[in-house]
């Protein structure tokens, strides 16, 4: 079970999360990113930051602590910006916390350098959970005291966002070639053979019962939250059985349109695109 916290205090907005996410301070005297249910991204992205989160930190890479937060809205009344009135107003009761890292900066592959292993590690998780937002454009990777940092997971796993297609799509080959750390060469093979089988039942039966009920409730096409979690369980599974014959790291692209979903930049979705 995650940490349960409460938020008691709002500080200001990250402008430059696209969820609009916010520093908030809460009742155990920590300092929280908070992601907000009320986010045009919806539950959905929550849930992927908690599975996600859960994965990387169980095979041994770095991600802040993630809690349960609660959110009383009032907190927000003297908030003078509008849209973090209605973004607090529309996400009332349950939301997601990262521990907040003072002082780290984001990674800049000119200023920090990374071993092939960890990178190998990294694009292998990425791959694992179909991660198309640690691009070089948009690394959402982390530097603090002197160690990479996993942050926003929010995008990743999207075949949640269409369960009936969600077979083919896991199927699917993964394209590092624009990822933040295909330029230091990463040892793929040393990765898959590391992580691949630490991906067992148990450990996927433990991220996916930090998952709260309420985010997997009423989900179409499934009767219960556990049944959502078993789909899940089985995505993953098949995908940390096959995918490390499926990475691909070619030359970077600079004009190449982003593999990321719609709503993150702004396009229609590519899996109801392709559904079409
Ligand atoms: N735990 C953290 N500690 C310190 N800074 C953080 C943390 N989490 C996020 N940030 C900062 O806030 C920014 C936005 O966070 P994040 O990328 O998770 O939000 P998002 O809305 O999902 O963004 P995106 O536009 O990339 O989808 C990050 O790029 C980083 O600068
Ligand atoms: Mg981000």
């Not at 630490?198 to 049944?227: I, N």
């Not at 993953?236 to 014959?245: C, I, Y």
């Amino acid at each position: 079970m995650l940490r349960e916290t409460f938020a008691t205090r709002y500080v200001t907005p990250l402008r430059e999360g696209g969820s609009l996410p916010g520093i908030v301070e809460a009742d155990d005297l920590g300092t929280y990113v908070m992601k907000f249910t009320g986010a045009g991204q919806g539950r959905k992205s929550l849930v992927a930051e908690v599975i996600c989160g859960g994965l990387a930190r169980r095979l041994g890479l770095r991600v802040p602590e993630l809690v349960r937060m609660g959110l009383d809205p009032v907190i927000g009344l003297g908030e003078p910006d509008q849209e973090v009135q209605e973004l607090l107003k529309a996400s009332g009761g349950l939301n997601l916390g990262m521990d907040y890292l003072p002082g780290s900066l984001g990674f800049d592959p000119l200023a920090y350098r990374v071993s092939a292993a960890e990178a190998g590690r990294v694009v292998w998780f990425d791959a694992l959970i179909n991660n198309v937002d640690r691009s070089w454009r948009n690394p959402n990777l982390l530097v603090w005291h002197g160690d990479l940092w996993l942050i926003d997971h929010g995008a990743a796993l999207i075949w949640h966002h269409n369960w009936p297609t969600a077979a083919a799509s896991v199927a699917r080959p993964y394209d590092a070639s624009d990822h933040a750390l295909a330029l230091f060469g990463p040892d793929l093979a040393g990765a898959a053979a590391e992580l691949a089988p630490r991906v067992t039942g148990e450990l996927l039966a433990e991220t996916l019962a930090e998952v709260p009920d309420e985010w997997l409730a009423d989900e179409p096409g499934f009767d219960a939250p556990d049944a959502v979690r078993a789909a899940y369980a089985e995505a993953l599974t098949t995908r940390a059985r096959t995918v490390s014959g499926a990475i691909a790291v070619g030359r970077p692209t600079e004009d190449r349109p982003s593999q990321a979903p719609g709503w993150l930049t702004g396009r229609s979705h590519p899996e109801s695109e392709a559904a079409r």
